[in-house]
C-alpha cells in the first residue's frame, strides 16, 4: 500500500477502501465502505507497546491487548454501515 492512496478490496457484493498514512510519530488508518447492502464488521490488530495510545473517529479508544507470537498488538473492531468512514489514529507509546 503507498502511502495516503486509497486501496479497494471487493468481497461479497461489498467494498470497503483503505488508506494508510504517517503523521508524525502516528500511523492514520481511513476505512471507507464504498458499497455493499448491511453494516461491515472490520477487524484489525496493530503491533504496540502497552503504553500505545488509539484513537477512532477523534475520540480515545481502549483495544483489547493481545500477545501473538510475542508480539504485543492491539485490537480494533469497527462496524461500518453503506457510506460511511472511520478514522483511527495510532500513537506509539514511549
Known amino acids: 500500500m503507498r502511502h495516503g492512496v486509497p486501496v479497494g478490496f471487493a ?5 470497503l477502501d483503505l488508506a494508510w ?3 508524525g510519530d502516528k500511523n492514520v488508518l481511513t476505512f471507507a465502505r464504498t458499497k455493499g447492502p448491511a453494516d461491515l464488521r472490520v477487524l484489525f490488530r ?3 507497546k ?6 477512532l473517529n ?3 479508544i481502549a483495544p483489547e491487548q493481545e500477545e501473538i507470537r ?5 485490537r480494533v473492531e469497527i462496524s461500518l454501515p453503506p457510506g ?3 478514522t483511527v489514529f495510532g500513537e506509539p507509546g514511549q
Open 11 to 15: 468481497f461479497g457484493g461489498r467494498t
Open 21 to 23: 498514512k504517517r503523521d
Open 46 to 48: 496493530s503491533a504496540a
Open 50 to 55: 502497552e503504553e500505545s495510545r488509539m484513537n
Open 58 to 60: 477523534g475520540k480515545p
Open 70 to 74: 510475542g508480539v504485543m498488538t492491539q
Open 84 to 86: 460511511n468512514s472511520a
